[in-house]
């Protein structure tokens, strides 16, 4: 909830700048100017990056014994207050051959952010220039040992954004899903199943922030030579890192993007492997997590510790309760549904399905994670001729499900919240997108993956 608050407010205020939001409360204390900041790059080019908090200060990496003290500037920032919400609302009503399927939905979700008064403080860079102009960074120092067999690097806190005086994060959701199906046997029986479902679901959370809490901050990256020297990288833009030693073996490169494009099903389709109970444990814990930001985020890491075969540095405080843990475990039982070591292309699949999860807003996922098993199968058809048909697709050539009034504006309503619109005419349907990102390409293979946990269900 924290995390979705100070998310929306650098959206608002720093859409195309630098500020990165505080994911946690508890890491506010250690974002002080000059504070160090490790920057994870991540499995795949459009990921974006991770940033963890330490305990040090840059004066802690350097050798000598003057600490060094920063110059910083106080001023006024603005005063905030944000409340964000969404409704979800859809009636489905189809029927194919011996399966007939009513879904209706009402939801409401809404997010209230009172930052009130907020006051920026920002390093005097100049000053800490000067002051450290002839010292050397400990090479032997803990966290550059550590960092460097991981590839990662540091950066020391440039500006924050604090709160000052205390306030108020709400959050308030209500929700509404109603389910009756009727499945007719195959053959000549002459029978059908029956099935109806009715889930409502009300919350009502409130977080009291305290003054002098930080929600936002920017870094300047370091660029550290093999004998201690190093530089501020001052320039936007400009990339730190430890120099390369060209005697240690270097970390297996990133997974390229292309992954995304073109090699969905090659890449996804262990997941179509698993047996059948299986594939509907982890399709409806899959949705499950889509809800809550930092399961997502905790799955995707522990996903990567996986495939890795070694812990990334996750902090040990995570803020997970007993009940997003077990979800995650639940996850991760289903793909190893053996007891035997998990298959590394299936794990490669779930990975990437994850990955492309945590990257879309959390309206998308929120769609997502109601959308009925047959609508996404249909997303998924249409998706994939549209793309074969270079654009334009004849209407005659919709899946039977989109044909309906009440699945089409469904399909409009999930793909609005990446900026693409459906249009269509009396002969053709096509795709418009205002997104020059990644992201309706994720969504793309989001809706593929989650339909082959299906396509024998």
């Not at 843990?325 to 996850?331: C, E, G, K, L, N």
């Not at 994850?354 to 047959?374: F, G, I, K, R």
């Amino acid at each position: 909830m924290f995390s979705k608050a100070t998310a929306n407010f650098v959206r608002q205020v720093d859409p195309e700048g630098s500020l990165i939001h505080v994911s946690r409360v508890n890491d506010s204390h250690k974002l002080a100017p000059m504070a160090l900041v490790v920057k994870r790059n991540r499995f795949w080019k459009w990921q974006r990056p991770k940033y963890q908090p330490t305990d040090f200060t840059l004066s802690d990496l350097l050798l000598g014994d003057n600490n060094l003290s920063p110059g910083v500037h106080e001023t006024d920032f603005l005063t905030y207050e944000g409340t964000f919400g969404d409704k979800l609302s859809g009636k489905l009503n189809t029927e194919a051959g011996t399966v007939s399927v009513t879904l209706e939905e009402r939801g409401t979700s809404k997010l209230q952010s009172c930052f009130g008064k907020l006051k920026k403080e920002e390093l005097d860079v100049k000053k800490l220039l000067r002051d450290s102009s002839d010292r050397l960074v400990n090479m032997q120092h803990v966290l550059v040992q550590q960092l460097q067999k991981r590839a990662e690097l540091l950066a020391v806190v440039k500006e924050r954004i604090l709160t000052t005086n205390s306030c108020l994060v709400k959050q308030t959701k209500k929700q509404n899903c109603t389910f009756q199906g009727v499945v007719g046997l195959i053959g000549m029986l002459k029978s059908s199943i029956k099935a109806s479902n009715n889930r409502e679901a009300d919350s009502d959370v409130s977080v009291e922030i305290p003054s002098g809490t930080v929600i936002a901050y920017s870094i300047l990256e370091l660029e550290i030579k093999r004998n201690g020297q190093y530089d501020i990288c001052l320039q936007p833009g400009t990339i730190g890192g430890f120099e390369a030693d060209v005697s240690v073996t270097p970390c297996p490169t990133p997974d390229s993007q292309d992954m995304v494009d073109g090699s969905q099903d090659m890449d996804l389709c262990p997941l179509a492997d698993l047996p059948l109970s299986a594939q509907h444990v982890l399709f409806k814990g899959l949705q499950e997590t889509m809800r809550d930001r930092t399961a997502l985020s905790y799955l995707q890491c522990q996903l990567q510790d996986l495939r890795s075969d070694k812990s990334l540095g996750m902090s040990k405080d995570e803020e997970l309760s007993d009940s997003q843990r077990q979800s995650v475990s639940a996850i991760l039982d289903q793909l190893n549904p053996d007891s035997q070591s998990a298959d590394p292309d299936r794990l490669k699949a779930a990975h990437l399905l994850v990955s492309a999860m945590e990257e879309l807003p959390d309206e998308t996922l929120s769609l997502l994670s109601e959308s009925h098993p047959a609508l996404l199968e249909a997303l998924d058809t249409l998706m994939c001729r549209i793309k074969k048909s270079r654009g334009h697709l004849p209407i005659q050539c919709i899946p039977p499900l989109l044909q309906d009034n009440q699945a089409f504006p469904l399909a409009e309503q999930l793909l609005s919240t990446i900026c693409v619109t459906l249009r269509r005419d009396t002969d053709r349907l096509w795709m418009e997108t205002e997104n020059k990102g990644f992201e309706p390409l994720l969504l793309g293979l989001i809706i593929h993956g989650l339909s082959l946990l299906n396509h024998k269900q």
